[in-house]
C-alpha cells in the first residue's frame, strides 16, 4: 500500500544547537531493545587531542595571545568600576572589503585588553568586587553567580572555569532576552539571532553588539558558549582570560542598560523561571549511592568513552555532586554525554573524524546529528541501533520531547534556577552516564563491576526503560487518571422522596437506547484486544461498572515511540485531546455533584436548581460507562496506531475525520457539564449521536483495530 507519510515529526530540541544543524528522520524501524547487547562492542581510538578544528583551536588558543603589547586597565575601566568601552569596541574591526566583521583581526586586537582584565579581577579581593560591579550585575538576576566565577578563576582548576563560563552564557543569554522583550515582542530562540537583533541594537548600540558577537555570537569568532555547551573544548583549551573578560562585559552591559532604562523611564521585567520536580515520571532509577559513585569513579578511568582530554570534566562532574551543586553536576554530564556519544557516532557510521571537530566553516555535530534516524546524506545512522531502544528512549524523554524535563535546554538558555535544580534529575543522569560508561570497558572488568548489586539494578533498569514523555507514554498517563478520577465519584444518597423525583425526571427511552449502544460496542471493541491482554474470558457475566479494569492492562502494552512518523504523532494528538477532553468532564462531574449536594442537604437550591441537580445525578448514571467506555476506544487505537502508516491518504482523511468527531463530542460534553452552561438535560441526547457514530465508524471498519487485522 502507498503510505501516506514518511516524513518525520521529531520532537523540539535545543534551539541552540538547531543554530549549526537541523535533524533528519524517518518512520520508525524496531531496533534492539537491549541497551547493552551481550557482545556487542566496540573500540573507541582515544588518540584524540583536541576537539577543536585547527582554525578554531588557532582562533581560542592562539590569535589572542599574538599581540604581546599590554593594555593599561585604567584605559579599559575607571576605578570606580566604569566599563571604558570604546576602548573595547575599538578593537572590534571590519573586514577590509567590509562586509563583516574580520573575527580573527579582532581577537588579536582584544587579546591583550582580555589580559589585562583578567589581572585586573585576580587582583580584587571579594569585598572590592561587590562594591565596584555587583550593582551593574544585578540586571542579570544572578548575581550571586559572578563571586562563584571569580573562585573558580582563583582556583587555576581549569574546570571550574569551563563551568564558570558555562554559567555566565546561559545567564547572560536569559538575561539579553529580558531585555530584548522591553522593546520586542518575541524573544529569538537563538543567542546568534537574539545578538543580531534590532531591539538590543537599540538598546546597546551597534558597537558593543559587535564585540558580543565575537565572544558568544557567530561560530566565525570565539564562539565561547557553543563550543563548551557542546562539549568541544577540553578544560586546558579555554583561555581564563576569555572568562574574566565575560564578567567585564556583563557588567558593562549593566551600566549601559541604567542609562537606557532612565531616558525611557521603564523597568525590565524578568521572566519567570522553570522549576523542575523530582516527579515520579522522572525517577526511573535509584539513588545515587556511595558505592555507586565509588564504581563511577573506579569505570571513568578504564572506560573509553570518556576522552582522556575531557576526564576532568568527569571527575569535577563528581566534585560537584558531592558538594550538592547538582545542577553544575548536571551541566557536565550532559557536556560530556555529547562529547561521548559523537565519538561513538563517528565510529559505529565510520564518519570522518572531522564530525569530531568543532568548524568555524562547517556545521557541527551535535545531539541533533548524534540522535537522528538518518545521517545527513540519507543512510542509516548506526547509533539508535547501536544503543538500542532504551538508551535512545531516555536520551529522548531527558533531551528532546517537547513536554519532558529537557534539561541540557533549559539549562543552556538560563531557564533554570540553578539552586534549587533537583537531585533525583541528577541521578538519573549519573545511573544512565554508568551503564553507558561500563558498554565501553572491557568486558572481563565490566563483568566484575555488573556482579555488585548496585550496578546490578541499574541495568536492570536501565533495559526496562521506555518512553515517558513521548506522546503516547503522556496519554496512557493520561487515560489512567482519568479512569481513577472517575472511579471515584462521589456517590453521595439522597432522600427517599429526591430519588422518586429523579425517576419521574429521567427519560428512559433515550437512556436505555444508549446502554444498549454501549455494550454493543464494547463487545466489539473487546474482539479487538490482543489475546495475551485479554483479562477477562468473556463480558457476558461482567457488571458494565467493572470495565475499566480493562485500561491498565491495555496501557501496559508497548508502543514504538522512535521516530514516529507525521501521521502517527497527529493521530495521538488527537487522541490526547479526547482523552483530555473526558478528565475534563470527570473534573467537572465530581466537583458539581458535591456542591450541589451540598446545597440540596442545607435546603438552599431553588425548585428549578433542584430538577437540574436530579437530572444531573441521572446524567452521571449514563455518563461514567460512556466515558469509560471512549477512554478504552482511545487506549485500542493508540495500541495500533503505527498502523495509520499502511493507509492510503483517503481512509487516512476518514479516520481523523471520525476521530474529530468524537473529540467534537467530548468538547460539547466539556461545555454541557461546566457550572456555567449546566446542560445535563442534554447529555443523553448528545451521548447517543455520538455512538451511533461510532458504531456505525466499527461497522465500516473504519478504525485502526479493524486495519490492524489486515493483510499488508
Known sequence: MEDICTNPCCSGQDPEIRENHGAGGCTPTHTSRRLLPVGEQIFLEDCVTTCLSPSVHDMICKLGFEVREGRDIDSIVTRNGDVCWKSITDCVIDTKSAQGLDYPGSVRLLGPVCEAVHGHLSSLTKEQFEIQYAPWLQWTRSPELFPEILDALASLQPPAVSLGLMKLTSCLERALGDVFLLVGKECPFLLRDLLASQELTHVFGPPVMNVLKVFVGSPCGLNLRNVLWHGFASPQEVPPKYCSMMVLLTAGLGQLLKNFLQQAECTVAHRPLITLTDSEDLIVFPDV?????????????????????????????????????????????????????????????????????????????????????HLNDGEINQLPLFLGEPAMEFLWDFLNHQEGPRVRDHLSHGEINLAEFPKGITDQLLAFSIVLLLRFVDEDLASVFKRRGAIQSLDRVADGYSARFHPAALLRRQVLSCEKSIRVWPRLPLPEEAET?????????????????????????????????????????????????????????????????????????????????????????????????????????RSRQRQNFLRMRSSVKLLSPVLSLILLLVVLESVNVHVVCRSHA???????????????????????????????????????????????????????????????
Open 289 to 373: 549511592t556511595s558505592e555507586v559513585l565509588s564504581v563511577l569513579e573506579e569505570v571513568m578511568k578504564k572506560s573509553t568513552f570518556i576522552l582522556r582530554i575531557m576526564l576532568p570534566y568527569w571527575e569535577f562532574a563528581l566534585i560537584k555532586y558531592k558538594s550538592h551543586r547538582f545542577a553544575e553536576c548536571t551541566m557536565l554530564l550532559l557536556m560530556q554525554l555529547e562529547t561521548g556519544l559523537r565519538n561513538v557516532f563517528a565510529t559505529v557510521n565510520k564518519c570522518p573524524k572531522r564530525l569530531l571537530t568543532a568548524e568555524s566553516t562547517a556545521l557541527y555535530t551535535t545531539f541533533d546529528e548524534i540522535l537522528a534516524k
Open 501 to 605: 423525583e429523579a425517576a419521574r425526571l429521567e427519560d428512559d427511552s433515550e437512556t436505555n437506547a444508549c446502554n444498549s449502544l454501549i455494550v454493543k460496542i464494547m463487545y466489539e471493541l473487546y474482539q479487538h484486544f490482543p489475546e495475551s491482554h485479554c483479562v477477562f474470558s468473556d463480558l457476558d457475566n461482567l457488571p458494565i461498572g467493572k470495565w475499566p479494569r480493562l485500561l491498565p492492562e491495555l496501557c501496559s502494552i508497548r508502543v514504538p515511540t522512535l521516530y514516529c512518523p507525521r501521521a502517527v504523532l497527529e493521530v495521538l494528538a488527537v487522541l490526547r485531546s479526547i482523552s483530555s477532553c473526558c478528565a475534563h468532564v470527570s473534573l467537572q462531574v465530581a466537583a458539581s455533584l458535591e456542591r450541589r449536594h451540598r446545597q440540596w442537604v442545607e435546603r438552599t437550591l
Open 650 to 712: 483517503r481512509a487516512y482523511q476518514q479516520y481523523l475525520k471520525f476521530l474529530k468527531s468524537v473529540l467534537q463530542y467530548a468538547e460539547n460534553l466539556v461545555v454541557y457539564t461546566s457550572q456555567a452552561k449546566n446542560r445535563w438535560g442534554g447529555t443523553a441526547r448528545l451521548t447517543r449521536a455520538a455512538l451511533l457514530r461510532i458504531w456505525a465508524a466499527s461497522e465500516k471498519k473504519q478504525m485502526l483495530i479493524h486495519w490492524a487485522r489486515q493483510p499488508r
